[in-house]
């Protein structure tokens, strides 16, 4: 089992950074690959990042050359340096982990807000 707990949210303006974290505990951590997903208000769940467990990482369309997705295997723990935000980046972003047993964990979510 994983238990994920993101922070770093807040508000940024447009053309800000802002960087999540994802703590991780749980033996399945390893070798599980993680993903940010996040919630617009009215919109569907969309993927955002994943990183493998060797650092492969792969983005959505829309976030790709902004931000970047990183693990610390040894601290359990991922990250999501968002670079460049946009209004449209508002959202509610979820760490998730999908494990070699092909189990999906979720973290509770941390508000992102791009506003001027």
């Known amino acids: 089992q994983v238990q994920l707990v993101e922070s770093g949210g807040g508000l940024a303006q447009p053309g800000g950074s802002l960087r999540l974290s994802c703590a991780a505990s749980?033996?399945?951590?390893?070798?599980?690959?993680m993903r940010w997903f996040r919630q617009a208000p009215g919109k569907e769940r969309e993927w955002v990042a994943s990183?493998?467990?060797?650092?492969?990482?792969n983005y959505a369309l829309p976030v790709r050359g902004r931000f970047t997705i990183s693990r610390d295997n040894a601290k359990s723990a991922v990250y999501l340096q968002m670079n460049n935000l946009k209004p449209e980046d508002t959202a509610v972003y979820y760490c998730?982990?999908?494990?070699?047993?092909?189990?999906?964990?979720w973290g509770q979510g941390t508000q992102v807000t791009v506003s001027s």
């Open positions: 990183v493998s467990w060797i650092g492969g990482t």
């Open positions: 749980g033996r399945a951590f390893n070798n599980s690959l």
């Open positions: 998730n982990a999908f494990t070699t047993s092909r189990d999906t964990y």
